[in-house]
Protein backbone atom coordinates (compact mmCIF):
# COMPACT_ATOMS: atom_id res chain seq x y z
CA UNK A 1 0.00 0.00 0.00
CA UNK A 2 2.98 2.47 0.87
CA UNK A 3 4.87 1.84 -2.17
CA UNK A 4 1.33 2.56 -4.73
CA UNK A 5 1.31 5.62 -2.61
CA UNK A 6 4.54 6.41 -2.79
CA UNK A 7 4.39 5.85 -6.54
CA UNK A 8 1.23 8.19 -7.26
CA UNK A 9 3.15 11.31 -5.16
CA UNK A 10 5.73 11.33 -7.28
CA UNK A 11 3.95 10.84 -9.99
CA UNK A 12 1.83 14.35 -8.86
CA UNK A 13 5.51 15.70 -7.99
CA UNK A 14 6.84 15.29 -11.48
CA UNK A 15 4.11 16.63 -13.01
CA UNK A 16 4.52 19.87 -11.30
CA UNK A 17 7.91 19.67 -11.77
CA UNK A 18 7.84 19.66 -14.99
CA UNK A 19 5.56 22.29 -15.29
CA UNK A 20 7.77 24.73 -12.89
CA UNK A 21 10.70 23.77 -15.60
CA UNK A 22 8.94 25.28 -18.75
CA UNK A 23 8.27 28.38 -16.57
CA UNK A 24 11.45 28.62 -14.99
CA UNK A 25 10.11 29.81 -11.69
CA UNK A 26 10.34 27.95 -8.75
CA UNK A 27 8.09 29.96 -6.54
CA UNK A 28 5.00 28.90 -8.79
CA UNK A 29 5.88 25.36 -7.84
CA UNK A 30 6.16 25.92 -3.74
CA UNK A 31 2.57 27.34 -4.33
CA UNK A 32 1.31 23.56 -4.67
CA UNK A 33 3.34 22.06 -2.03
CA UNK A 34 1.46 23.24 1.35
CA UNK A 35 -2.11 21.94 0.79
CA UNK A 36 -0.07 18.45 -0.22
CA UNK A 37 1.70 18.42 2.30
CA UNK A 38 -0.79 18.75 5.29
CA UNK A 39 -2.67 16.03 3.04
CA UNK A 40 0.14 13.73 3.86
CA UNK A 41 1.24 15.09 7.16
CA UNK A 42 0.34 11.71 8.75
CA UNK A 43 2.18 9.66 6.63
CA UNK A 44 5.53 10.97 7.65
CA UNK A 45 7.74 7.73 6.04
CA UNK A 46 5.91 8.28 2.88
CA UNK A 47 7.23 11.95 3.01
CA UNK A 48 10.49 10.97 3.93
CA UNK A 49 10.80 8.19 0.88
CA UNK A 50 9.68 10.96 -1.62
CA UNK A 51 12.29 13.51 0.03
CA UNK A 52 14.46 10.97 -0.44
CA UNK A 53 13.48 9.88 -3.98
CA UNK A 54 14.35 13.20 -4.98
CA UNK A 55 17.35 14.15 -3.53
CA UNK A 56 19.25 11.08 -4.89
CA UNK A 57 17.91 11.93 -8.72
CA UNK A 58 18.21 15.52 -8.85
CA UNK A 59 18.50 17.51 -5.53
CA UNK A 60 15.27 18.46 -5.81
CA UNK A 61 13.81 22.35 -4.60
CA UNK A 62 11.01 20.36 -2.70
CA UNK A 63 12.52 18.11 -0.91
CA UNK A 64 13.47 20.19 1.57
CA UNK A 65 10.38 21.29 2.06
CA UNK A 66 8.45 18.57 2.64
CA UNK A 67 11.41 17.55 5.33
CA UNK A 68 10.75 20.75 6.69
CA UNK A 69 7.40 20.66 7.28
CA UNK A 70 7.80 17.28 8.55
CA UNK A 71 9.98 17.85 11.11
CA UNK A 72 8.05 20.91 11.98
CA UNK A 73 4.85 19.12 12.77
CA UNK A 74 7.24 16.96 15.11
CA UNK A 75 8.32 19.87 16.86
CA UNK A 76 12.01 19.28 15.83
CA UNK A 77 12.51 23.03 14.92
CA UNK A 78 15.99 22.42 14.91
CA UNK A 79 15.97 20.17 11.76
CA UNK A 80 13.04 22.22 10.46
CA UNK A 81 15.82 24.82 10.63
CA UNK A 82 18.30 23.33 8.83
CA UNK A 83 16.09 21.61 5.96
CA UNK A 84 14.70 25.27 5.00
CA UNK A 85 18.22 26.75 5.30
CA UNK A 86 19.34 24.12 2.48
CA UNK A 87 16.12 24.88 0.58
CA UNK A 88 17.66 28.77 0.61
CA UNK A 89 21.31 28.24 -0.53
CA UNK A 90 19.22 26.82 -3.76
CA UNK A 91 16.78 29.65 -3.86
CA UNK A 92 17.97 32.47 -1.08
CA UNK A 93 15.05 34.86 -2.11
CA UNK A 94 11.90 31.77 -1.16
CA UNK A 95 9.98 34.11 1.05
CA UNK A 96 8.41 31.23 2.47
CA UNK A 97 11.42 29.52 3.73
CA UNK A 98 12.40 32.44 5.37
CA UNK A 99 8.94 32.99 7.06
CA UNK A 100 8.93 29.93 8.17
CA UNK A 101 12.52 29.63 9.31
CA UNK A 102 11.18 32.59 11.64
CA UNK A 103 8.63 31.16 13.44
CA UNK A 104 11.13 27.89 13.73
CA UNK A 105 13.85 30.15 15.77
CA UNK A 106 10.98 31.73 17.69
CA UNK A 107 9.51 28.59 19.06
CA UNK A 108 12.61 27.96 20.10
CA UNK A 109 13.01 31.39 21.59
CA UNK A 110 15.20 32.73 19.27
CA UNK A 111 13.44 35.92 18.98
CA UNK A 112 16.13 37.99 17.75
CA UNK A 113 16.51 36.02 14.96
CA UNK A 114 13.49 35.38 13.87
CA UNK A 115 12.73 38.92 13.96
CA UNK A 116 15.67 39.18 10.82
CA UNK A 117 13.97 36.79 9.50
CA UNK A 118 10.51 38.16 8.95
CA UNK A 119 12.43 42.10 8.42
CA UNK A 120 14.07 39.74 5.57
CA UNK A 121 10.84 38.67 3.94
CA UNK A 122 9.23 41.53 4.39
CA UNK A 123 12.10 43.79 2.57
CA UNK A 124 10.59 40.62 -0.82
CA UNK A 125 6.94 41.46 0.12
CA UNK A 126 5.89 44.58 2.13
CA UNK A 127 1.52 43.35 2.09
CA UNK A 128 1.82 40.17 3.73
CA UNK A 129 0.09 40.30 6.76
CA UNK A 130 0.61 37.14 8.77
CA UNK A 131 4.48 37.88 8.21
CA UNK A 132 4.14 41.32 10.28
CA UNK A 133 1.91 39.53 12.95
CA UNK A 134 4.79 37.07 13.41
CA UNK A 135 7.02 39.60 13.50
CA UNK A 136 5.12 41.83 16.01
CA UNK A 137 4.46 38.48 18.40
CA UNK A 138 8.54 37.89 18.16
CA UNK A 139 8.86 41.24 19.15
CA UNK A 140 5.90 41.31 22.01
CA UNK A 141 8.00 38.21 23.32
CA UNK A 142 11.04 40.59 23.86
CA UNK A 143 8.70 42.72 25.80
CA UNK A 144 9.21 45.56 22.72
CA UNK A 145 5.87 46.62 23.23
CA UNK A 146 5.44 49.78 21.46
CA UNK A 147 7.38 47.93 17.88
CA UNK A 148 5.02 44.82 18.29
CA UNK A 149 2.12 46.91 18.38
CA UNK A 150 2.90 48.73 15.43
CA UNK A 151 2.95 45.30 13.06
CA UNK A 152 0.13 44.30 14.58
CA UNK A 153 -1.74 47.97 13.33
CA UNK A 154 0.52 46.80 10.27
CA UNK A 155 -1.20 43.41 9.80
CA UNK A 156 -4.46 45.14 10.46
CA UNK A 157 -4.38 47.40 8.12
CA UNK A 158 -3.36 45.48 5.29
CA UNK A 159 -6.02 42.45 6.47
CA UNK A 160 -8.69 43.82 8.67
CA UNK A 161 -10.17 40.78 9.26
CA UNK A 162 -7.20 39.69 11.30
CA UNK A 163 -8.42 38.37 14.23
CA UNK A 164 -5.06 37.39 16.31
CA UNK A 165 -3.22 40.24 15.16
CA UNK A 166 -6.49 42.36 17.25
CA UNK A 167 -6.06 40.00 19.98
CA UNK A 168 -2.32 40.39 20.68
CA UNK A 169 -2.90 44.77 19.87
CA UNK A 170 -5.46 44.27 22.99
CA UNK A 171 -3.00 42.88 25.42
CA UNK A 172 0.03 44.54 24.80
CA UNK A 173 -2.94 48.18 25.04
CA UNK A 174 -4.00 46.48 28.63
CA UNK A 175 0.37 46.60 29.42
CA UNK A 176 0.39 49.94 28.40
CA UNK A 177 -2.93 50.30 30.25
CA UNK A 178 -4.52 52.09 27.23
CA UNK A 179 -8.30 50.33 28.24
CA UNK A 180 -10.36 51.79 25.94
CA UNK A 181 -8.06 50.91 23.10
CA UNK A 182 -7.50 47.75 24.56
CA UNK A 183 -11.56 47.27 25.01
CA UNK A 184 -12.26 48.00 21.02
CA UNK A 185 -9.17 45.37 20.20
CA UNK A 186 -10.55 42.55 21.82
CA UNK A 187 -14.17 43.39 21.29
CA UNK A 188 -13.30 43.36 17.32
CA UNK A 189 -11.15 39.82 18.10
CA UNK A 190 -14.43 38.32 19.51
CA UNK A 191 -16.21 39.59 16.91
CA UNK A 192 -13.54 37.65 13.85
CA UNK A 193 -14.00 35.01 16.25
CA UNK A 194 -11.36 34.61 18.67
CA UNK A 195 -12.58 33.50 21.57
CA UNK A 196 -9.64 33.76 23.89
CA UNK A 197 -10.50 37.57 23.86
CA UNK A 198 -13.08 37.23 25.69
CA UNK A 199 -11.78 35.96 28.87
CA UNK A 200 -9.13 38.83 29.21
CA UNK A 201 -12.17 41.23 28.54
CA UNK A 202 -13.91 39.97 31.21
CA UNK A 203 -10.73 39.82 33.34
CA UNK A 204 -8.95 42.90 32.61
CA UNK A 205 -11.52 45.44 31.80
CA UNK A 206 -14.36 46.19 33.93
Do not use: C
Amino acid sequence: MKVKIVIIVLIIFSFKMNASEKEKDSLSVSKNFPSLVIELDNYAGILTDVASIYRKNSNHFESYYIMAKKNHSKKDFKEAIEEFESRLKLNPFDIESIMLRGISKDMLKDYKGAITDFSTALNFNSKNSNIYFHRGFSKMRLNSDEEAKEDFSKAIEINSQYADAYFFRGILNLRMENKEDARKDLLKAIELGNDKATAYLTKFIN
